[in-house]
């Protein structure tokens, strides 16, 4: 399973897509950004943002870039305000609705990251039905 993940990996990080268009659906997107508490939350800005947040955090958000081009998804990443580059929480949003949220290797998000999306979700008037929030130890 982890070759085939790593595998699956590699070969969306080197797809070509159509920037240009990607730019654009995402640039209506910028009303989901969102700062508190030391975090944000960031709509990505390239199919290379999407690509190396696959890449950085070993699951599949980067064969998700046709999706949202054609608008039946949005991804977008929750990252601490200090470290904006470094890849922590990827979210997607589907409608209205946030549907998934992972980190490394498909982890869970912990207690607080599921706090502050929560908090995230009331205020940006988005429902949440993620399948299972929180790594459990």
């Known amino acids: 399973f982890l070759f ?3 595998e699956w990996t590699l070969v969306n990080a080197k797809k070509k897509y159509d920037n ?9 997107q910028n009303k989901y950004e969102w700062k508190y508490r030391g975090y944000t939350i960031l709509v990505p800005e390239s199919t290379k943002d999407v690509q190396d947040e ?3 955090l070993r699951h599949c958000v980067g064969g998700y870039i046709n ?5 039946r998804t ?3 990443f929750l990252r601490r305000i200090d470290n904006q580059e470094e890849s922590l929480i990827t979210l997607e949003v589907r409608g209205d609705m946030l549907v998934e949220a992972r980190g490394f290797a498909n982890r869970y998000v912990n207690k607080e990251e599921k706090d502050l999306l929560i908090k995230w979700c009331k205020e940006k008037d988005i429902k949440y039905k993620v399948r299972r929030w929180i790594t459990w130890k």
Do not use: A, D, H, P
């Open 4 to 6: 085939f993940f790593s």
């Open 20 to 28: 240009e268009l990607f730019k654009k659906v995402v640039k209506t």
């Open 54 to 56: 696959g890449c950085n």
């Open 67 to 71: 999706s949202i081009i054609e608008k």
């Open 74 to 76: 949005k991804i977008l």
